[in-house]
């Protein structure tokens, strides 16, 4: 098709509308990356710009390193955080798996799998964040948060167990009337409006898996090279294995735990009061990485 235009500003635009649009249909990924970049300057902007930060090694523990590519990626619970550790392990060397899936999570969580920024000096930690390509992976709060909720309090799992003993009995005892000493001891069957009782009271900081982006990558400090979201995540991960000159690695999609299916439902148990506490503790995602409400509610509380 070819399109003939007389020179001048309204032809002009008129073209990068077209170039735009064509380029949006193939889904380029730098069009949604510039987008995205975007979006998180005018939310720390919004935020009250950039934090003044003075670089703690301890502050980067979720900053994990690939010396080999050059390559900075900060986790994120319940944002593909176990297969992109996966990735990462076979980037450095830690896993020749070539079915990235076979690495066990647990191995893939363990603490010596990994290298961590906060394990670096603060001159080696300085000199990757400046001269390394940093990435972190975004998805919607009220989704992430309530995919950490059936993982850890609905799901029968050996790491269930654990949130169960340590967060559920607590949850249970403080936050459910008149519990019987038998639900107190187990810790189980920890209800959503429970949940979010909890967190409303005692802060979103008690725990990585609810924790916040803005917390645990500290996305208004440091300068992020590639801003990935769940929503594309295949694609981003190509694009960013692209970037760093990575081998061909395919990246594992595992079960789909349908968790966005089931957030109006979930969410159907909690007032409009509790709805938007909880939208204003999770705020700084929501600006930053351009998510809403209007799916979940039918309309948006900014």
């Not at 020179?7 to 193939?26: C, D, H």
């Not at 955080?81 to 798996?97: D, F, H, P, Q, Y």
């Not at 899936?101 to 000096?121: F, G």
Request: net charge neutral; glycine share 4%; aromatic share 12%.
């Amino acid at each position: 098709m070819h399109f003939y235009l007389e020179t001048g500003p309204v032809s002009v635009i008129i073209l990068l509308i077209i170039s735009l649009t064509v380029l949006q249909a193939q889904r380029y990924p730098w069009l949604d990356q510039i987008m995205r970049q975007e979006q998180l300057m005018l939310g720390c902007d919004n935020l009250g710009g950039k934090d003044k930060f003075r670089l703690n090694v301890s502050n980067l523990e979720h900053i994990l390193v690939d010396h080999k590519h050059k390559l900075l990626y900060c986790y994120v619970p319940k944002v593909a955080c176990t297969n992109w550790k996966r990735v990462i392990m076979v980037l450095t060397g830690e896993s020749n798996a070539t079915n990235l899936v076979d690495i066990p999570a647990s191995l893939a969580h363990a603490e010596n799998s990994t290298l961590k920024l906060s394990q670096l000096s603060t001159e080696e930690s300085s000199a990757a964040l400046r001269d390394y390509t940093t990435f972190l992976i975004s998805r919607h709060p009220f989704e992430r948060l309530l995919s950490a909720y059936r993982n850890k309090f609905v799901d029968s799992l050996p790491s269930s167990k654990y949130f169960q003993a340590r967060y559920g009995r607590h949850i249970i005892r403080k936050y459910r009337p008149n519990a019987s000493q038998s639900e107190i001891q187990s810790g189980y069957n920890v209800t959503f409006p429970e949940f979010v009782h909890y967190l409303l009271e005692e802060g979103t900081n008690t725990n990585e898996h609810w924790s916040s982006i803005y917390d645990l990558c500290l996305p208004c400090t440091l300068n992020y090279t590639f801003i990935s979201h769940y929503e594309t995540l295949s694609q981003d991960a190509k694009t960013v294995l692209d970037m760093v000159g990575a081998p061909n690695i395919i990246f594992p999609m595992t079960r789909n735990g349908h968790t966005k299916e089931h957030l109006r439902m979930y969410f159907q148990q909690l007032s409009i009061y509790e709805i938007q506490a909880l939208y204003k503790m999770y705020q700084p995602d929501f600006k930053l990485f351009g998510y809403g409400l209007e799916e979940m509610l039918g309309y948006d509380l900014a």
